[in-house]
């Protein structure tokens, strides 16, 4: 397995741009996480799926960030404007789905490192 | 805010083993000890999981004390390629759903 891939790795546009990040979770894990970490505030989490379906945005900085997930095998989280503010890395991650006494194991992908100019 | 309390930074020789402490002492009854840790650069990447029994796996061990108020990561033979920042992580609340959330961790330093 590929793992959990991210698109673009490195991203840097100006402010007021749009940016879309993407992620393809491991198949067959039905939770889908997005992260945000920057050195002052560590790793926050935005906002994470379940089967597809939103469960809790309440990570989410403000109505300039967007996420979806169409479909079990791709998500976007998108920033409309962006802002120097912005800048960091954003991770995505995946996990299976819960059984029994349930986990929470996530395998997290490489991370794209959005610089907002 | 993070449920457990770790120290800011520890070293330890190569060779010799990383034993990584977390406290959790509001820890509820069915509340799971998780262990990531995040190389440079990298993503976190997961080590193990506890409930209350210790645990063992080809990366490390998990030693959970009996009232589960703390526990005890172990790398029983640390390399440089354990340098890192170790999150312990407990899950919050008793909701299924409820959220992981990383607390600042412990830098690991793997001395030469």
């Known amino acids: 397995d590929a793992g959990v891939i991210q698109s673009p790795r490195h991203e840097v546009t100006e402010m007021g741009q749009e940016v879309t990040l993407r992620c393809k979770p491991i198949?067959?894990?039905?939770?889908l996480f997005w992260y945000r970490q920057t050195m002052m505030r560590g790793l926050e989490l935005l906002i994470y799926?379940?089967?597809?379906?939103?469960?809790?945005d309440s990570g989410m900085p403000e109505d300039r960030f967007s996420a979806k997930m169409p479909n079990a095998s791709f998500s976007t989280l998108k920033i409309q404007p962006s802002e120097p503010r912005d800048s960091a890395v954003y991770f995505c991650?995946?996990?299976?789905?819960?059984?029994?006494?349930?986990?929470?194991?996530?395998?997290f992908g490489p991370g794209t490192r959005l610089t907002v100019l | 805010d993070a449920k457990t309390t770790q120290p800011p930074s520890m070293d330890c020789a190569e060779g010799r083993a990383a034993n990584l402490p977390c406290n959790h002492s509001?820890?509820?009854?069915?509340?799971?000890v998780y262990w990531y840790r995040q190389i440079h650069s990298q993503g976190p990447q997961y080590i193990i999981h506890?409930?209350?029994n210790n645990e063992t796996n080809e990366m490390a061990s998990l030693i959970i004390t009996e009232d589960r108020k703390s526990s005890t990561l172990i790398l029983p033979h640390a390399t440089l390629r354990d340098t890192a920042v170790y999150y312990c992580?407990?899950?919050?609340?008793?909701?299924?759903?409820?959220?992981?959330?990383f607390g600042k961790g412990t830098r690991l330093h793997i001395l030469p």
């Open positions: 198949s067959g894990h039905n939770s």
């Open positions: 509001t820890i509820s009854g069915n509340e799971y």
């Open positions: 506890g409930l209350k």
């Open positions: 992580i407990v899950r919050v609340g008793e909701n299924r759903d409820d959220k992981i959330i």
């Open positions: 991650a995946s996990g299976p789905d819960r059984q029994g006494e349930s986990t929470d194991t996530q395998y």
């Open positions: 799926f379940n089967n597809n379906v939103p469960i809790d």
